[in-house]
C-alpha cells in the first residue's frame, strides 16, 4: 500500500515539475550527489539524449541532488538500413519509416539535410530513439534579486517555473539566493 502510493506521489511531483512524456511504466531515478547524466543513462541503459529529453533538461551538466528524473522505458535500437534511391529526401524516407527527418539526420550524424547521395546506407531508428536536444535560447531579460525575495515568488512574478529559472542560472538549491543576484529569466 505504502509503495503504490510513493509511486502515486512520484508521479504527482514529476508532472508538477513540468516533465513530459512521463507514462506508468516509466522508472524514476533520484540524482545522488557526485552522479552524472550520462552515469544515469549508462546504468539504465538508455542514451544521455533520451534521458535528457523526456526529463525537459537543456543542459546535460546541470543535474542536482535530489533531483527526480524520469527513465524512458524504450532504448534507441536501429530497427533496419535504407540505401538512398535517385530522388529520395530525408523527409519522404522518414515518413516511410515513421520517424522525422531531424531524427533520422541525428542518428546518422548528418550536418545538413541536403547533403544525401544515391546508394548512401541510413541506418533507421526505431521508436524510443530522441534525438540530441539543443540548449534553448534566453531571452536577455535580468532581474535582480531583492532583499526578502524567494525563488517562488520571482517565478510566479514573471510566470516560469521555479525548476527552469534555478536551471537557467545555474541554481542546484532554491534557498541559495542573495540580494543584488542577477538572474537570467528564461
Do not use: C
Not at 524504450?74 to 530525408?90: A, C, F, K, M, N
Not at 550536418?111 to 531508428?125: D, K, R, S, Y
Not at 539543443?134 to 510566479?156: C, E, F, H, K, W
Amino acid at each position: 500500500m505504502k509503495t503504490s502510493f510513493a509511486r502515486f506521489a512520484i508521479l504527482i511531483l514529476i508532472m508538477l515539475l513540468g516533465i513530459s512524456a512521463v507514462s506508468a511504466q516509466n522508472r524514476t531515478h533520484v540524482v545522488q550527489r557526485g552522479e552524472t547524466l550520462s552515469q544515469i543513462a549508462q546504468y539504465y541503459g538508455v542514451s544521455t539524449a533520451a534521458l535528457a529529453q523526456v526529463n525537459n533538461i537543456a543542459n546535460p551538466s546541470r543535474i542536482y541532488p535530489g533531483q527526480y528524473l524520469v527513465i524512458p522505458s524504450s532504448t534507441p535500437v536501429t530497427i533496419g538500413t535504407y540505401t538512398v534511391q535517385p530522388g529520395d529526401t530525408l523527409k519522404n524516407i522518414a515518413a516511410r519509416y515513421g520517424t522525422t527527418w531531424q531524427a533520422l539526420a541525428s542518428y546518422n550524424n548528418i550536418a545538413n539535410a541536403n547533403l544525401i547521395w544515391v546508394g548512401m546506407v541510413l541506418q533507421i531508428p526505431g521508436s524510443g530513439y530522441y534525438p540530441p536536444v539543443q540548449p534553448p535560447t534566453y531571452p536577455s531579460n535580468y532581474y535582480y534579486v531583492q532583499y526578502g525575495d524567494t525563488m517562488l515568488r520571482i517565478a510566479a512574478r514573471f510566470g516560469v517555473n521555479v525548476w527552469r529559472l534555478a536551471e537557467a542560472n545555474g541554481i542546484y538549491n532554491l534557498n541559495w539566493i542573495y540580494a543584488g543576484q542577477r538572474l537570467v529569466i528564461p
